[in-house]
């Protein structure tokens, strides 16, 4: 018997202390590394983007996979990266935590343009606003004042 599967992730992580280090012009590069992480993890990447303080993907994790551990191998191998690399200078770390949401294959397009389109969805919401929403959207419990 076959293992299948259809569950669509999304993970969102931030800069320690929320820091904007994430330049727009290197976060290709930053987003190509954390590609072939996933890649190597038998994950597929449906999106992938960001502002300049968090990341957000958008993928279907290999059922082999435990969600934790690809999170810590996504945060320790990007903060490698960016380190070797030099390509946000100011760049001192990912924050602790991290937020994972699961939604149904039938919201892959609308979640895909909402990643995709970050840039303008903080023009008007802060990283903090959008991850309270976020919070009560999947009716997770919190306190706010673990979300600095």
Same mark, same amino acid.
């Given at each position: 018997?076959?293992?299948?599967?259809?569950i669509?992730?999304?993970? /969102?992580f931030?800069?320690?202390?929320? =820091?904007?280090?994430?330049?727009?012009?290197?976060? %290709?590069?930053? !987003?190509?590394?954390?590609?072939?992480? +996933?890649?190597?993890?038998? @994950?597929?990447?449906? @999106?992938?983007?960001?502002?300049? %303080?968090?990341?957000?993907i /958008?993928?279907?994790?290999h059922p082999? /996979?435990? /969600?934790?551990?690809?999170?810590?191998?996504?945060?320790?191998?990007? =903060? %490698?990266?960016?380190?070797? =690399?030099?390509i946000f200078?100011? !760049?001192?770390g990912?924050?602790?935590?991290?937020?994972?949401?699961?939604?149904?294959? =039938?919201e892959?397009?609308r979640?895909?343009?909402?990643?995709?389109?970050?840039q %303008?969805?903080?023009?008007?919401?802060?990283y903090?606003?959008? +991850?309270?929403?976020? +919070?009560?959207?999947?009716?997770?419990? !919190?306190?706010?004042k673990?979300? +600095?």
């Amino acid at each position: 018997m076959s293992t299948y599967t259809q569950i669509l992730y999304q993970i /969102v992580f931030s800069t320690k202390h929320r =820091n904007p280090t994430l330049l727009e012009e290197s976060r %290709d590069l930053l !987003f190509k590394d954390i590609w072939g992480i +996933l890649k190597n993890k038998k @994950c597929h990447l449906y @999106c992938i983007n960001g502002a300049e %303080d968090h990341i957000r993907i /958008v993928t279907h994790i290999h059922p082999i /996979v435990a /969600v934790s551990s690809l999170i810590k191998d996504i945060i320790l191998g990007s =903060n %490698d990266y960016i380190k070797k =690399n030099r390509i946000f200078l100011d !760049f001192s770390g990912w924050q602790e935590g991290y937020g994972t949401f699961t939604y149904s294959i =039938n919201e892959k397009e609308r979640l895909i343009r909402y990643v995709k389109n970050q840039q %303008d969805h903080h023009k008007h919401f802060t990283y903090k606003e959008e +991850l309270i929403a976020l +919070l009560n959207e999947h009716n997770i419990e !919190f306190d706010e004042k673990y979300l +600095l």
